[in-house]
Structure formats: structure tokens, C-alpha cells
């Protein structure tokens, strides 16, 4: 441990000398809550779920604690003022954490916000409405909804941008590690346990651009364009006596009834049937348009509107101060730790060794334990509902 821990004073001064600290969370220690508002303006009492401080069911040390959600179907909040502002300009941005589901995880957020604000953050009051530069990380609701959101602000649209293509994401009952790289080079990097899952451009990722095409307003569809496929063919005619034919016709195969009586039932007639030989409204076969020139495509010309955005990468143009969580939980359990914030690429991957892979896999190992006594214990519920079988031979029908 010792030695652990000496190599972390020495990677943080050797990573000190090229990035610039910004925030550290580990929640090692019971101060953690003075260093976190929770949002109490937000939401009611009744509808905040309270956060326990906690290392979880299985863990790689006992004394390194997190921050678990822990009462079903409750909204979470909390926030906290990162140590210093970060602002865009020729830096990278690195925004990383921890994220352990100990619930069968079946509808939660777990994402983690990035906020501007400054000295004029309303931490009793931040929610899901708060203005917000990055919200990063798990969402999962149902089997279908399952991705590491990655929603960054655009100044230029005023608007918070998804990624178009959904990343995927860990849902199984382990810690993992996000991390979102945003650099000024307008590129970003997704990681998850610190390998890259998404990686590109911001411009192609995200509609922070305009389109570069338009379709051109001035061109139209000439009157003449012919795009029908299909005609009737102009040689074919109706057959000759094909309107004689009427819809119904008296049965041939009906005869008058031995007992009619003219006088008292009156005229016999035989009754309807549809006609054999009618075939409705006459229409010409159809051919091939001899005329038919294809779809009209209408031409693209390059936008007018359109600019390069050399700032899409600024999300922080106005500098980031706080970090923070607003969360909506059905089922609760989510585990959150080791919160980074810098502008050292470096500096997260010496934190992330540091912590993450420092514990990962001892927890995998008291997981697997846990685990394993659980399905000797279902191993043995299983022997006593062997006798099923043998109770369905008893015939349930006849016993009731
Ligand atoms: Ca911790």
C-alpha cells in the first residue's frame, strides 16, 4: 500500500508539471459531505432519495467508499465546486469516474454533469433544468435503452447536442471506468475501463454544423418531368358489349316452388346472384411509360449558411466550475466514485491506476465469491424443487 501510495504523490507531481489539477473526488473520508450541496430546492423531501456512503456489497478495499443511490424511484442530486475553474482554450478537457450498478440495473441515470455558473451556481436549486457544458455517462432504461450519453452544449446553436450514434455501455454489476477527452483540436475520445469505444470528430459525431449541402431553392421540378412508371395502355380498348353485362343476374338454377300461389304470394321471381361474367368498371392493361424519365433529384448547391465552427470543442467558453449528479432512479444501487476532472490525459490514466485498477480486481474476486455462495445456495433450493417433476405426475387436474 505503501508503495501505492508513494507512486501516486510522484505521478501527481510529475503529471503537475503538464496538466492543471481541477477536481478530485474519492469519498475516502466522512468530509466528503460538507464538499457536496444536495439540491434540496430541486426537488421535494419526499422525492430525493438520500445518498449512502458506502464501498458497496463487494469491493477491492473496504475502506474506500463511494457514493450509492439507495432508495427505489427517487430523483439524486448533488453538486460540488470544482477546485478550479476550467475554462476552453489550448487545453484538452478529461472528465472521468466510476460507475457500479449493484442493482440488477433495470431503469436508472448515472451520468454525470460538467456545469458553468461560477460564483452564481444555484447548488441548492441545480436540476435536471440547470444550463450544463458535458452530461456524460450511463443511462439505461429497459433492454432497449442502454448507452454512455455523451451530450455537449453548442454556443453557436444554443442547444445540447447528443451524439447521433449511441455508445454503449457496462451494465453488468462491476465498476467501471468512464472517460470523455474533449480536445481542441475539435476531436473527442470515449473510454470505458480506459480503452477507447468511440473516438472522431466532433463535427461528424455531433450537429454542431450546419449541413454543408442545401437542396437549391432556386431549381425545381420542371412541369414536363414526367415520373409516372406505369400507364394505361393507350391500344388497348374495352371489349365490345363489356357494360352489357349487369351486376346481378336472377338464378337460372332457381324455379318457382311447387306450392307458389300466384294470387296469394303474388308474382314469383327468382331471387338474385352476383354475375359470373361482370367484372367491374373496365380499365386498360398497364405498360411501361415511354415517357418516364426517373425520380426528379433535386440539386444540392453547397450552403450559404454554412460555417466552420473552429470552437465547437469550447463547451467550457465561459469556464466550467462545478461538477454534478440529477438523477432519476427506479432501481437503485448505483455506486459512484473516484470523480477526476483536468486537463491532463496523463493525469486520468495515473488517477485511474491509482484507484479503478488498483481495486478492480479484488472486487471481481469478492464479487465472484459472493456469487458463487449465492448459487450454491440456489443449488440447493434447487435439489427441493426437483420433486416438481414428480408433483405434476400426481396429475394437478384430478387432485382439484
Ligand atoms: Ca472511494
Redesign the pocket.
Known sequence: MKLTFATTVLSALVSSVAGEYLFKE???DEGWASRWTVPTGWKGKDELGEWKHT?GDWHGDNG???IQTSVDAKHYGLSAPLAKTFTSGDNTLVIQYSVKHEQDLDCGGAYIKLLPGGDKFDAVNFGGDTPYAIMFGPDVCGSSNKRTHVILHSFLKDDNLLIKKDVPTETDDLTHLYTLIINPDNTFEVRVDNKAVREGKLEDEFDFLLPKEIKDPDSSKPEDWVDQKKIADPEDVKPEGYDDQPEEIADPEASKPDDWDDEDDGEWEPPMIDNPDFEGEWEAKMIENPEYKGKWEHPMIANPDFTEDPDMYKVCKDGCSHVGFELWQVKTGTLF??IIVTDSIEEAEEYAKA?FFAKKDAEKEMYDKIQEEKRAEMGDSDDDEGGMPDFDGMGMGDEF
Open positions: 474519492d469519498f475516502n464501498a474506500d467508499k463511494g466514485d473516484d484507484t
